[in-house]
């Protein structure tokens, strides 16, 4: 849903200011959060697993906002003079006079900003994540290969990202 509503608003704008009210919600911390992404434009997003992904634009690269919002993160897309919400990690200033927000009010997600060859030195568990659950290559017949490797409830199995990655605790008795 995020990736949709995003994909619809986000590509092609600036980012004109950076903030980061809570800024050990992103790991890179303040000052790089903030270089990092002044000036940049937004490519569409994606996700994976757990993760959103916002790729921006960097001139000739391309940096990776990554947030993982764990239970209690929420996104806001909305005019610049819009009241900031309790427990703001972080906002961008877009070109068209709108902010990209980020807020928790538990303080569990976090942000990374990270380049193509860093997912896996800078994304934790990165490098151990199965297939997306979304992915067009995972496949029945591969979803079955992949679950049939372990043993154990099937709740244990499907939650593992390194079976598959995108479902969590909360969509996992919906699914089975």
Known sequence: WYVSYFNKRLPGLSITGVEAPIAWMVRAGREEFESRLQGRIFLPVRRHGKLLIFPLEAGDYIDHLVVHAMLAGRYQYVPRDTKLPRMCAWILHLDNDYDLRYFDERRMGRAYIVRDEEFAE???????????????????????????????????????????????????????
Request: charged share 30%; no cysteine; aromatic share 6%.
């Open 122 to 176: 800078k994304v934790p568990r990165w490098a151990e994540m199965g297939p997306d659950v979304m992915s067009p290559d995972l496949t029945e017949e591969e979803f079955v290969r992949r679950i049939s490797k372990n043993r154990g409830m099937i709740k244990n199995i499907v939650t593992n990202e390194r079976v598959v990655a995108g479902i969590g605790n909360a969509y996992a008795d919906e699914v089975l």
